[in-house]
């Protein structure tokens, strides 16, 4: 095992359709100023995770960073789960959900700044049917919607917003949900149901305010039905939302059932139609370099 400290940088070429030359150059030069051996690994789609895997046994990093969307951040968060190396951000996909959760900054030097600091949090992971969701997954409305966003073709921001009403005329729900925790067993109706160890959409959409993500639970919310006002309530970050909106439990390990097959997604990214859900927080931990902002908020909770 090399005993110098490397700087792993991941980057994935096609995420969001842009160029990371710059990226890829800036984060070298900030590596080099803080002393760091600089070493790239761009992934092609096929077998990254054990490439990484096996870079890490071979350079042994302090630190990764990842230039990608969604995608790519939970492939090398599963690569360092339970490991001292800790997981810095740049957010180059077409919807960076994850990075929204972390109200990272928006210049790319701010970013590296972030991604290459000693600000960290231990996040907890949430095994969702066997994968690893960092922030949020869902069944119903949103899933449904992130299945017609990634068959449209359109991507960002506007993609979603132009599936937002097909989605909803053609939409399936209510779904009827049956939720089984150690502490309660309970059915609701609902349009959707989200799994959040974060607290908001790749929209920006705050759903789950008081969420803390390295406290060993994560939520269980059900959203009963379309109330707008109280969705502009999320979208301004407010903290308050009726309970006749959305039912809210907090536990770390459940068991999710649907009397239909409903839409669900894991950290933007859709798969498929299923009925039964089993979500639980491991021991492992992610170590990851976060907003000195992001830790006071996880703080005040
Ligand atoms: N060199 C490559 N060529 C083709 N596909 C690749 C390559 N590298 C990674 N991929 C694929 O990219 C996908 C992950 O993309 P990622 O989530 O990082 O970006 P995105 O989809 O643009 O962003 P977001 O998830 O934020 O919408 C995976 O399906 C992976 O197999």
Redesign the pocket.
Same mark, same amino acid.
């Not at 890490?56 to 969604?70: L, Q």
């Not at 690893?132 to 990634?150: K, M, P, R, T, W």
């Not at 979603?160 to 779904?175: A, K, R």
């Not at 669900?264 to 498929?272: H, K, P, S, T």
């Given at each position: 095992m090399n005993s110098e400290n490397y700087i792993l940088l991941v980057v994935?070429?096609? $995420? &969001?359709?842009c160029n990371k030359s710059t990226i890829i150059a800036s984060v070298k030069e900030e590596a080099k100023n803080r002393n760091y051996n600089f070493k790239l690994y761009?992934? $092609? &789609?096929?077998k990254?995770k054990e490439a990484i895997n096996s870079l890490i046994k071979e350079i042994n990093p302090s630190r990764i960073v990842v230039a990608?969307?969604?995608?790519?951040?939970?492939?090398v968060a599963q690569c360092v789960l339970g490991t001292d190396i800790c997981l810095g951000i740049i957010?180059?996909?077409?919807?960076?959900?994850?990075?929204v959760n972390f109200n990272l900054p928006e210049t790319l030097l701010e970013q590296i700044e972030i991604a290459l600091s000693d600000c960290t949090i231990k996040l907890d992971a949430v095994t969702i049917n066997g994968r690893i969701c960092l922030h949020i997954a869902d069944l119903g409305l949103n899933a449904e919607l992130i299945n017609n966003y990634e068959n449209s073709g359109i991507?960002g921001k506007l993609g979603y917003f132009l599936q937002s009403i097909p989605t909803l005329l053609h939409s399936e729900s209510p779904f009827q949900f049956k939720v089984e925790t150690e502490e309660e067993t309970f059915e609701e109706t609902g349009i959707l149901l989200a799994i959040a160890n974060g607290n908001k959409f790749?929209t920006g959409a705050n759903i789950n305010p008081h969420g803390k993500m390295d406290d060993g639970k994560f939520e269980i919310l059900i959203f009963k039905n379309l109330d707008f006002i109280e969705i502009f309530k999320t979208i301004n970050d407010q903290q308050k939302m009726s309970p006749d909106f959305v039912r809210i439990i907090s536990t770390n390990k459940a068991k999710i059932n649907s009397k239909r097959k409903v839409p669900f997604q894991i950290?933007?990214?859709f798969l498929g139609k299923i009925d039964e859900v089993t979500a639980s927080i491991g021991k492992e931990k992610i170590l990851m370099a976060v907003p000195d902002s992001f830790c006071k908020l996880q703080l005040q909770k």
């Amino acid at each position: 095992m090399n005993s110098e400290n490397y700087i792993l940088l991941v980057v994935n070429p096609i $995420s &969001g359709d842009c160029n990371k030359s710059t990226i890829i150059a800036s984060v070298k030069e900030e590596a080099k100023n803080r002393n760091y051996n600089f070493k790239l690994y761009e992934t $092609s &789609g096929k077998k990254d995770k054990e490439a990484i895997n096996s870079l890490i046994k071979e350079i042994n990093p302090s630190r990764i960073v990842v230039a990608g969307g969604d995608g790519t951040i939970s492939l090398v968060a599963q690569c360092v789960l339970g490991t001292d190396i800790c997981l810095g951000i740049i957010p180059a996909g077409s919807a960076n959900g994850i990075a929204v959760n972390f109200n990272l900054p928006e210049t790319l030097l701010e970013q590296i700044e972030i991604a290459l600091s000693d600000c960290t949090i231990k996040l907890d992971a949430v095994t969702i049917n066997g994968r690893i969701c960092l922030h949020i997954a869902d069944l119903g409305l949103n899933a449904e919607l992130i299945n017609n966003y990634e068959n449209s073709g359109i991507r960002g921001k506007l993609g979603y917003f132009l599936q937002s009403i097909p989605t909803l005329l053609h939409s399936e729900s209510p779904f009827q949900f049956k939720v089984e925790t150690e502490e309660e067993t309970f059915e609701e109706t609902g349009i959707l149901l989200a799994i959040a160890n974060g607290n908001k959409f790749g929209t920006g959409a705050n759903i789950n305010p008081h969420g803390k993500m390295d406290d060993g639970k994560f939520e269980i919310l059900i959203f009963k039905n379309l109330d707008f006002i109280e969705i502009f309530k999320t979208i301004n970050d407010q903290q308050k939302m009726s309970p006749d909106f959305v039912r809210i439990i907090s536990t770390n390990k459940a068991k999710i059932n649907s009397k239909r097959k409903v839409p669900f997604q894991i950290d933007g990214e859709f798969l498929g139609k299923i009925d039964e859900v089993t979500a639980s927080i491991g021991k492992e931990k992610i170590l990851m370099a976060v907003p000195d902002s992001f830790c006071k908020l996880q703080l005040q909770k």
